[in-house]
């Protein structure tokens, strides 16, 4: 079995605010530079066999102290990057409100596609077959994932079997910690959206 740490990214300014996606030069700002900071603290004690990580700016910026203090690199996979979300992305979230298309896209999620851009489904099947791959190269191992708020969700559903138009029960902070278990026999959830001081987590043993 392999134990996986889901890690949102810290704060920046477009959180709460509006749809970045994948549009470049959005990086943390000061309060998110401090979570990655802190976060890196509450990581450090912690046996991260291996640390993987959206390509896009602010995730990566997030998993730098961690790595630095680890003495990790950062492994780069596409597959944990944002949500594709087409024609929405650059758009200020009060101005998506208006349109009867973003209000049937998150109604819908399992089937509707954001205009030009990804399905939620194709988001948890790329995460979840990337996810499998790893599981199979860190047998018994933790390893640390730096990735986005949906993209979390949709992984976090799968494995709880959830369904993708429940998303939004579920939040995912910036910095936030969830872990889930995975093993031949099936998946385990160990933690969810955890921002405090991180308990111990052993493959194989429950949340001390």
Known sequence: MTTFLFIRHGLTDAVGTSIVSWLPGVSLNDRGR???????RRLQHAPI????SSPLE???????????????????REAFGEVRFGD???????ALEL??????????????????????LEVQVRMVAELERLRLEHPGKLI???SHADAIRATLAHYSGIPLDLLYRIEISP???????????????LLVNHTGELPFVTPGQAVL
């Open 34 to 40: 401090m979570q990655a900071e802190d976060l890196a």
């Open 49 to 52: 066999a291996a640390l993987y």
């Open 58 to 76: 602010r995730t990566m910026e997030t998993a730098a102290p961690a790595a630095k203090l680890l003495r990790l690199d950062i492994q780069v």
């Open 88 to 94: 929405f992305s650059g758009k200020r979230l009060d």
């Open 99 to 120: 349109l009867p298309e973003w209000k049937r896209y998150n109604q819908f999620r399992s089937g509707i596609r954001a205009p030009n851009g990804e399905l939620m």
């Open 144 to 146: 640390a994932i730096f």
């Open 175 to 189: 910095a936030s910690v969830t872990a889930i278990e995975i093993a031949d026999w099936g998946p385990r959830v």
